[in-house]
Structures are given as structure tokens and as C-alpha cells.
């Protein structure tokens, strides 16, 4: 199911919107990183920022019963993954995207969101997962 919620923390943030509609983010771009990337700076342009109030991930009831869940977030992934512990401990598979370099302001590199995994009392650590890198965006 697709539900139509801004996640976070639960509270209100400025929701950048931006000229590519994936790049979209609660954070602001960090253009030198992005800038890497064939077409991500021109893509992460802010074209407008609104006021959103956010939802936290455990507040989502349609999540509650999931077996499976992909968070794609834009830099968000340490504060949903924070605020989405219950949900998370039912999960059978977590699907996540996330950058080992910054391409936010005041992102949390990819690691740090994953030790929040890693702090559940279910008994699986980040280890027991397998992590892919997807090189296809670095060649120019």
C-alpha cells in the first residue's frame, strides 16, 4: 500500500521541493556533494519549500501489519528509522536507501542510520543484513 504521509518526527518541517520530484527532501541539498552526480545538482534545486507536519513512522497504522517496507527519504532515513521502532522489530524485510556520502545538510551518513537498526532489542544486527552499494549513478 502507498500511504500518503510525510514521515519524520512528528513534527512540523519545511519540505524542500525540487526541480527532479524524487530529490524532494525535509533537508537542504548539499550542492558540492551532489554535484558528483551526473544531474543531481540541476535536479536538487530548490524550486519552493512548504510547512509539512510530519508523521512518525510508529503512528502510520497502515504500517503496523507490514512484512515488508522500502524507505527511500532523502536524507531522512536516521530520524524515520528513530521514530519507527515498533514498526520496525515486525518488519520481515527493510528495504533502504541511503548514501555513504552527504548529499544533505545535517544528514546523518548512512551508517549512523543504520545503528538505529542495530539499537532494536529483537536480536538482528545490521550484520545479519546484506548491504548493497549501487555504483550505476557514479559513472559519468
Request: hydrophobic fraction near 40%; charged fraction near 25%; include cysteine.
Amino acid at each position: 500500500n502507498f500511504v500518503n504521509y510525510a514521515l519524520g518526527d512528528g513534527e512540523v518541517h519545511k519540505l524542500k521541493i525540487c526541480a527532479q520530484f524524487g530529490m524532494n527532501s525535509l533537508l537542504d541539498p548539499k550542492m558540492d556533494s551532489l554535484s558528483m552526480f551526473p544531474a543531481f545538482a540541476k535536479w536538487s534545486t530548490v524550486n519552493s519549500k512548504m510547512l509539512v507536519q510530519t508523521k512518525r513512522l510508529d503512528e502510520v497504522s497502515e504500517a503496523r501489519n507490514a512484512s515488508f517496507a522500502k524507505i527511500d527519504v532523502q536524507g531522512a532515513e536516521k530520524m524515520i528509522l528513530e521514530n519507527g521502532l515498533s514498526v520496525l522489530n515486525g518488519l520481515s524485510l527493510l528495504q533502504i536507501e541511503c548514501s555513504p556520502i552527504p548529499l544533505y545538510r545535517s544528514y546523518d551518513l548512512a551508517m549512523k542510520a543504520l545503528d538505529v537498526l542495530d539499537s532494536r532489542d529483537n536480536g538482528s544486527r545490521v550484520s545479519d543484513y546484506k548491504l548493497y552499494l549501487d555504483t550505476a549513478g557514479l559513472a559519468a
